[in-house]
């Protein structure tokens, strides 16, 4: 007899903004470890990656690992001194997403969808954004076309940000999943 299979489609969440944080997950050690800020200013002055055409990935990878590497702690994994100061070696891509986040605006002719998408997908680039959900809630909301938020507004049943984070969430999923080409009155207007 023929085996039957099921092919079962299921749609994954975005995970809440509260609980993103890197992906990366560190070792467990029995050491000590502190990372020391003579590191910080060698990557910073030596092995800065800034997501610039001209720069080499793989290249920053190996002066990243040349400074790592000079760093040994009794009880501490290599990886654990490798991964600790990793992020501080993008600075300059993260100065750039961060500040993406923070001056968040919706576009002209963008949808509620895209926007949020997009929002999203920032705060996935950059899991070290040092905003707090609320602060990122504000932003985003604030950073939509006004009839967009008269509309999240009616939807929310009044001001949408004196819902709790949680509830802003599932609101912008629900409504911008459910009306994913809606543009506001923006929309309508834009040539």
């Not at 509260?18 to 590191?39: D, R």
């Not at 190996?62 to 990793?86: A, K, M, Q, W």
């Not at 929002?119 to 076309?145: M, S, W, Y």
Request: aromatic share 8%.
């Amino acid at each position: 007899m023929a085996e039957e299979k099921h092919m079962v489609v299921q749609e994954v969440a975005m995970p809440s903004i509260a609980n993103v944080t890197s992906s990366i997950v560190k070792p467990i050690i029995t050491g000590h470890f502190e990372l020391k800020q003579s590191i910080i200013h060698l990557l910073h002055t030596n092995g800065q990656f800034m997501g610039l055409p001209h720069e080499d990935p793989q290249q920053h990878i190996l002066n990243f690992l040349e400074i790592s590497d000079t760093y040994i702690t009794n009880g501490v994994t290599p990886d654990y001194v490798r991964i600790t100061p990793f992020p501080s070696s993008l600075l300059g891509k993260t100065a750039k997403i961060r500040s993406e986040i923070v001056a968040f605006r919706q576009k002209v002719g963008e949808s509620l969808y895209s926007a949020w998408e997009r929002f999203k997908g920032l705060l996935r680039d950059c899991p070290h954004h040092n905003q707090t959900n609320i602060v990122l809630a504000h932003t985003f909301i604030e950073g939509l076309h006004h009839e967009t938020k008269i509309v999240i507004d009616a939807a929310a049943g009044g001001q949408v940000l004196e819902k709790s984070f949680d509830e802003i969430y599932a609101l912008l999923n629900k409504f911008s999943k459910s009306n994913p080409d809606w543009q506001g009155e923006m929309g309508r207007h834009t040539v």
